[in-house]
Structure formats: C-alpha cells, structure tokens
C-alpha cells in the first residue's frame, strides 16, 4: 500500500499534471509536493539570487511561494491536502535523495522548454533510473 507520496513540483503544467494524477490515484496517501529551487551558483537564472540573497533558505521558499500556493489550489479542487517542501540543490539528486522517505515518487515528464516537449526531460529520467522507490511519470 501506498502511504506516503512525492511529487515534485515546478511550474510547468506538466509538474501540475503529475499532482493531479496522484491526488486521484493514491486517494488515501499522505502527499508531499516538493519544490526544488536550484542551489547558488555564479550563472545567470534563478539560482542567482540565492547566491545574493542573506539567507538562501528564505530566498528558496519565497521563490517556490507561488508554485506551492498552486499546488495547494490544486489539492483544495480535489478535496485533499498537501504537505509542502522546499529545498535547495541540484534538481534529480534532490528529489531522489527526498524519495528515500517516501514510498513512490510521482513526477512530470518535462518541464515546459521546446526540448523538454520531444523526450522525457533529464530531471524526470534521472530520477527513474536512480530512485530508490517506484516513480510514475505523468505526461
């Protein structure tokens, strides 16, 4: 039996997808939807202002409030709730080290980008092959 489920979260429809089918394929579990913010780092994106920021704890969470306020949304449609997480690194090997505290991961295939759209996204197939409980991949 599935108690305790993983779905990581960004803020791709696909990510949103993922949550949706979990909801209704695991009605009695626990979920936890976790958002990864990518660690500090000298390249330009996201991750910069970690690096800039006091406290990159507090920055991570207050650049995942949205994605996780969505999430939140998307559980109260469904009548359920969600436990949320933040964490900082890189995105695969934070989600599959979280996964080891859960008895399946549920994730999207691909965030939004072009090349995302034509494979399996790299995060979603490094998680596959490397998670030490079952994943489902939602496309």
């Known amino acids: 039996m599935t108690s305790r489920v993983l779905v990581p979260i ?4 696909m990510a949103e997808r993922a949550l949706r089918y979990a909801l209704e ?3 009695d579990a626990d979920v936890t939807v976790l958002h990864v913010v990518g660690g500090p780092s000298s390249m330009m994106g996201d991750a910069t202002t970690l690096a800039l920021a006091d406290d990159p704890q507090v920055a991570a969470r207050e650049h995942a409030s ?31 080290e979280s ?14 980008g ?4 034509l494979l399996v996204g790299d995060v979603a197939r490094t998680v596959v092959r490397r998670s030490p409980v079952p994943v489902t991949v939602v496309r």
């Open 25 to 27: 394929i695991h009605p």
């Open 114 to 117: 072009l090349a995302d759209r």
């Open 10 to 13: 960004d803020d791709s429809e």
């Open 66 to 96: 949205e994605t996780l306020e969505r999430a939140h949304d998307i559980a109260a449609e469904a009548d359920r709730d969600v436990s949320t997480a933040v964490a900082v690194g890189p995105p695969a090997r934070t989600i599959v």
């Open 99 to 112: 996964a080891s505290e859960f008895d399946a991961v549920v994730l999207g295939s691909h965030s939004g």
